[in-house]
């Protein structure tokens, strides 16, 4: 009778073993993978926001009027199509108004959801 030789590998059930703990650790994982792409979208989109509004308030300081206060536009960029909504009002402080100060925010969104807001007070320059 002839000796089978033995062959060094995994059986059946270490492989069956093997396999669940791989899917078990898989599974933990995929939740946190799924995560982690949704900050990085909802941060490239904000990071966009946050260059729109820069533009809006850096097209604002060239102008030599004021445009219409609650005037949005449409900036497409290559995310989609921004929405840019400007408002601007007198600037006052403890009831006491500066000439030619304005109150300026800007809102910018994306798909109806605000992403980015800010605020400031600045004039116009005087082209003199």
């Not at 059946?12 to 995560?35: H, I, K, Q, R």
């Not at 729109?52 to 060239?62: G, P, W």
Request: proline share 4%; net charge positive.
């Amino acid at each position: 009778m002839k000796r089978m030789a033995v062959r060094p590998g995994f059986s059946l059930v270490e492989a069956v073993v093997a396999l669940t703990f791989m899917a078990v650790v898989v599974s933990a994982m995929v939740p946190a993978f799924a995560n982690n792409v949704r900050i990085n979208t909802v941060n490239e989109i904000r990071t966009g926001a946050v260059a729109v509004a820069q533009q809006e308030v850096d097209n604002l300081r060239a102008l030599s009027t004021w445009p219409t206060s609650g005037q949005s536009r449409t900036i497409t960029t290559g995310l989609g199509n921004y929405t840019s909504t400007l408002w601007h009002q007198p600037y006052c402080n403890g009831g006491v108004c500066f000439a030619g100060a304005r109150h300026v925010t800007v809102e910018v969104s994306l798909n109806g959801r605000a992403y980015y807001r800010v605020e400031t007070v600045f004039t116009t320059l005087d082209p003199t």
